[in-house]
């Protein structure tokens, strides 16, 4: 079962990505929840996923985090189970972003699914990330209001940072198959109005804070020896105690020229941007394979599989996956990129780089799920 979407790529990015929010009505006509109630609550119980229930229960917001062991004291109304990344966890439900995967892909964070219940809902804030939120079963009422520095943001309980009250300028009900696509910053709030689903696509950019700090610890580790400032052609300034405004040029240049440093910057990048942003449903190697047992299982046909979700990119005729450089041709990265599966033929002449890849859990063999 796979719903299908009806976008305009071109004009939606022309009008709306980045930009401003939007309501894209029955974007996936014909709507089918790929996941029901009962199995999110499933997964919600489990330790490897992020989950939270939040309750607004006569006007007290509570938030509780997960693993789960019952959902029994909840009532039948306002509150709402919240789950993260089960992309990585339900093979049906990870269908639901094939249709995005039209968007740069080291953008793309996790698919967060959300039951709620009437009334329910996490009340009034604002995301640091992009995200499309597909309606499932039911129907919820969204309140967008327009970007805003100037908003006060509280907490209305330690978990939960709510924004204060804002002039809507979207105010709809969506039912199954609508999207609504919310950029960065704009704040919003959705109401369920009875037993809902909804499933939120989210991207996420990189912080310039988080893109220094992180490039800085790679430059540490990579380049140990320091690279010191030299000025041989100093002249004696009028004030030794001033700064001079070549010098603060210099210091610039100096920085400027590690991150320009073409073959340091993607190697950083693609390690940076390939790690797990949530836990992954890497299978452990009990025992790892050895090549000929490899090669047989290959050659009796068996599939590959990779794990879902996991951080796969290039940059330039490099492949990254899960924080780390892959060693094959760019070819194969290519199929490891976009292939769900790889065959014997796929990786032919590669094994022993691709048993590498095996036995560290990216990709296994149907039978070890
Ligand atoms: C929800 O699905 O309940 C919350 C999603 C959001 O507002 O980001
Ligand atoms: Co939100």
């Given at each position: 079962m796979k719903n299908r979407l009806q976008i305009n790529w071109d004009h939606f990015l022309a009008n709306y990505w980045q930009k401003k929010p939007v309501i894209l009505?029955?974007?996936?006509?014909?709507?089918?929840?790929?996941?029901?109630?009962?199995?999110?609550?499933?997964?919600?119980?489990?330790?490897?996923?992020?989950s939270r229930i939040v309750t607004n229960k006569n006007g007290v917001w509570d938030a509780k985090f997960g693993p789960f062991t019952s959902y029994d004291k909840l009532g039948d109304s306002n509150w709402s189970l919240l789950v993260q990344a089960v992309d990585h966890w339900h093979q049906e439900a990870a269908t639901i972003v094939e249709p995005f995967k039209v968007i740069p892909q080291w953008q793309f964070e996790d698919l967060m699914i959300s039951y709620a219940t009437k009334g329910a809902g996490v009340g009034p804030h604002i995301d640091n990330y992009d995200v499309f939120i597909i309606q499932g079963q039911g129907k919820r009422r969204?309140?967008?209001?327009?970007?805003?520095?100037?908003?006060?943001?509280?907490?209305?309980?330690?978990?939960?940072?709510?924004?204060?009250?804002?002039?809507?300028?979207?105010?709809?009900?969506m039912t199954a198959g609508d999207i609504l696509y919310i950029p960065i910053g704009f704040p919003h709030n959705g109401e369920s109005l009875n037993e809902s689903l909804s499933y939120s696509v989210g991207f996420r950019t990189q912080t310039s804070q988080d893109l220094l700090s992180n490039f800085a610890d790679y430059v540490i580790d990579n380049l140990p020896r320091g690279i010191f400032y030299q000025d041989p052609d100093l002249k004696l300034p009028a004030d030794p105690y001033q700064l001079q405004q070549y010098e603060l040029t210099k210091l610039q240049d100096q920085m400027i020229a590690l991150i320009k440093d073409e073959t340091l910057f993607n190697d950083w990048f693609g390690k940076h941007i390939t790690q797990p942003m949530h836990e992954?449903?890497?299978v452990p190697i009990d025992l790892p394979y050895q090549l000929a047992e490899f090669i047989a299982r290959l050659q009796a046909g068996d599939l590959l599989y990779k794990v879902p979700s996991i951080r796969i990119l290039k940059v330039?005729?490099?492949?990254?996956?899960?924080?780390?450089?892959?060693?094959?041709?760019?070819?194969?990265?290519n199929k490891l990129c976009t292939q769900q599966t790889v065959n014997h033929q796929d990786i032919r002449d590669n094994e022993i780089a691709m048993l590498d890849l095996i036995n560290r859990g990216y990709w296994y063999f149907e039978d070890e799920d």
């Open positions: 009505r029955k974007a996936f006509p014909d709507f089918i929840d790929p996941i029901t109630p009962e199995e999110l609550a499933g997964l919600a119980m489990e330790e490897e996923l992020d969204w309140r967008v209001g327009d970007r805003n520095e100037n908003y006060k943001q509280f907490n209305a309980h330690k978990a939960l940072l709510h924004v204060e009250d804002y002039e809507p300028i979207i105010d709809e009900v992954l449903n890497i330039g005729n490099n492949g990254y996956i899960h924080g780390e450089k892959i060693n094959l041709p760019i070819d194969l990265i």
